[in-house]
């Protein structure tokens, strides 16, 4: 009997952070809102994988 081997799905970078994982965001304070600087945030459409949920 032949084993038959599982095709593996290819990662696909995500669109958001371009497969980093991670992406700047603004940091605002105050009621104005005002930039204060930039931080690295976690990427919430891959949850910080890099590659785009197929689901
Ligand atoms: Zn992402």
Redesign the pocket.
Known sequence: MATRKKAAPEPVP??????????PTTVLVGRRRRPVGKQTGF??????????IDA
């Open positions: 995500c669109s958001d952070c371009g497969g980093s994982g991670e992406v990427c919430l459409t891959c949850l910080g994988t890099g590659t785009a």
